[in-house]
């Protein structure tokens, strides 16, 4: 029988604290890392709580295990993090290499340790959707919608997927416009995209339903049959449309033919000898690393796959990781050749696992020159650009902070920003928008509004006070997920009365030492500059600070506008059917939580507005006859 509650807590929180109290300090862990065997193995890493962090393999077990312990040697972010956590280790040792590589592999898949490379399986499925209109449409989707279109797929290659519509829309000179046929067909003159030959020009007129749907049924039989089959088609109905002297037709279809014979000639660029093989290569950049696999099946390049790995730059550590990982997937596809940048140090062992679980012999090595060689740079470039693209933007964000930081003397670059703005209206309502920027960016989870509930008036100071006031009660009470978090900064739209009237209001909180600033404008209505009580900070000379604080500025007046613009567009409803005999404002207020809009009120019978909580049938009858 077990203790009662209380008592089994107190029992996990002794165990908690002998732990503790025995913990195993890393010059221990080191010493008995020493102690292992020059064998090869399996190694398992826990924290504290038993959990494993981390699973890894080694030829040699001794030599692997105490790198991670001994004092003095470097690590990058991810490994540092991980040796942090370290509380314990366990070794499996095995009669070889290749076991050590399967075993591994098994408990990784069984344990998904926090800091092992896990590859998110976030392909999904692809589909090509062709609607059922008169005249169809062919695009590349994600998922299917619940419509009448015709849905071909599933793939699991959205890379492959938009590829064959843009193949087929270019070799067919399909639209890929957002105009409706036949609606816009002679309405405004055709795009650039008919004006440099990509395009037919439905809607220009000159073409021909009965030409559009045989583009349409072209583009549908390249996609699934291919092109050497298309070919034939084409060809047998060119010689056709030529014998019954229809020239025009022919000559479009001759043109088809051209583009079809001229993406695949473009396509030797990226196709190889090698009927099935992949290619992969890894590079790194800043704190991350990234593995590109460009996949090649009928000598094409048919897939391309990137996986980004942050907070490490060990490009060895991560190749070693990936590629078990990566082919022994359970829905992976093993080519018959795996061409990389460089060999892991278990190449072996992995090439005799991959040969085993598919069946065949797989070939995994590093070209040294021709073609393959090319292929590889090919795919190192691809993962040097999507890095760049990643910390290309990471890189503006981050100097945007800290440029904002070095301009108000703060101690480190603000990672949550909140703003806040006022708005209101005629009649002294007001409401304040709060917005957040987290890393640089918005937050839209984070944002948050609040609606006066001690100000009378229009007094932007009171409110403002107000809405800090709630904000620092709510960070203090600590249930709300967004509230919770301790802003970096705080920016109030206003000057130095606003500033002074919200640094008292937060006197006393625990929001009383975030650092604020007021955002002022010209007298055009741009942002000027930054003020708090020892003055103003302009901003004309600071480029970057000045388009980041007038982008939060912005999008905080944008914000808290548009909720006024609804509270008063309800209160407009709500106000009209309280002209009706006898409906107050809760009656009114009721109808609209009801119904959402005025228009479904009026429309609505008197047996469906009877239905309404506190609407009887004699005044669903009244408001059924005022709008009529």
């Given amino acids: 029988m077990l203790p009662p509650y209380g008592e089994r807590c107190e029992i996990v929180e002794t165990i908690r604290l002998l732990k503790e109290a025995f913990a195993i300090t890393k010059n221990e862990l080191w010493l008995k890392a020493k102690a292992l065997p020059l064998l090869p193995g399996v190694y398992i890493i826990r924290d504290k709580t038993n959990e494993i962090i981390y699973i890894g393999k080694a030829k040699r077990l001794r030599t692997r295990v105490a790198q991670y312990f001994r004092a ?30 399967v075993l591994e592999c098994s408990q990784i898949k069984q344990h998904k340790p926090k800091y092992n490379i896990l590859l998110k399986d976030d392909k999904g499925y692809s589909y090509i959707k062709v609607t059922k209109d008169a005249w169809p449409r062919i695009s590349a989707v994600l998922q299917k919608d619940d419509d009448d279109a015709e849905y071909i797929g599933p793939y699991t290659s959205s890379f492959a997927v938009r590829n064959m519509v843009e193949t087929a829309e270019d070799v067919f000179r399909l639209p890929r416009c957002n105009k409706r046929f036949p609606q816009d067909i002679g309405k405004g003159r055709p795009c650039l995209n008919a004006h ?11 073409i021909t339903h009965a030409d559009y749907m045989q583009a349409v049924n072209g583009a549908l ?31 479009l279809i001759r043109d088809q033919i051209v583009a079809i014979e001229k993406v695949n000639r473009g396509q030797k660029v990226v196709r190889t000898d090698v009927d099935e093989q992949d290619v992969v290569a890894l590079a790194a950049s800043g704190k991350s690393v990234c593995a590109s696999i460009l996949r090649f099946r009928g000598g094409r390049l048919v897939d391309k796959q990137e996986f980004v790995f942050k907070d490490t730059q060990d490009i060895d550590a991560v190749r070693e990781e990936l590629l078990p990982q990566f082919y022994l997937d359970a829905d992976s596809d ?10 892991p140090p278990d190449a072996d062992a992995l090439t005799q696992l991959l040969s085993e679980t598919k069946g065949q012999k797989v070939r995994l090595y590093t070209p040294q020159r021709g073609d393959t060689e090319k292929l590889v740079q090919m795919a190192r470039t691809n993962a040097f650009e999507r890095l760049a693209r990643d910390t290309g933007r990471a890189t503006r964000e981050q100097k945007a902070l800290d440029e904002t930081a070095a301009l108000l003397g703060l101690p480190e670059a603000p990672t949550t920003i909140e703003s806040y703005d006022i708005s209101n209206w005629g009649d002294g309502t007001s409401v304040c928008g709060m917005v957040v920027f987290e890393n640089g960016k918005p937050k839209k989870a984070g944002y948050r509004r609040f609606k006066m509930q001690t100000v009378m008036g229009t007094d932007d100071y009171a409110s403002m006070a107000e809405a800090l006031s709630r904000r620092a009660a709510e960070y203090e009470k600590g249930t709300n997920a967004q509230f919770k978090i301790k802003p970096s900064l705080l920016l109030i739209d206003g ?34 500059g930054l003020v708090n009580e020892q003055g103003e900070i302009t901003l004309s000379m600071h480029r970057g600070v000045f388009t980041f604080i007038t982008a939060i500025q912005d999008e905080t007046h944008r914000f808290a506008n548009d909720y006024r613009k609804r509270l008063q567009k309800g209160r407009t409803y709500a106000l009209t059917l309280t002209q009706i005999d006898g409906i107050g404002p809760s009656t009114a207020k009721a109808l609209m939580a009801h119904f959402k809009t005025l228009t479904a009120v009026k429309e609505a019978s008197e047996e469906q507005l009877a239905e309404v909580k506190g609407v009887g049938a004699a005044a669903a009858k009244r408001i059924w006859e005022f709008f009529r």
């Fill in 495 to 528: 000057g130095q009365g606003q500033v002074s009237v919200v640094r008292g209001a937060l006197a006393g909180t625990q929001l009383a030492d975030v650092p604020m600033f007021g955002m002022v404008k010209d007298d055009k209505h741009r942002t000027r």
């Fill in 196 to 206: 440099i030959g990509l395009c037919m020009a439905v809607c220009g007129g000159k």
């Fill in 334 to 343: 093993i080519p018959k050749i795996i061409a990389i940048d460089a060999l």
């Fill in 72 to 101: 003095g040697v470097p690590h990058d972010a991810k490994v540092t993090k991980m040796i942090e956590h370290a509380f314990e280790f366990d070794v499996i040792v095995t009669q070889s290499e290749f076991e050590a590589l």
């Fill in 221 to 251: 039989q390249l996609i699934k049959r291919g092109q050497n089959e298309i070919l034939k088609i084409l060809k047998q109905n060119m010689e056709d449309a030529a014998e019954a002297l229809n020239f025009e037709r022919a000559a």
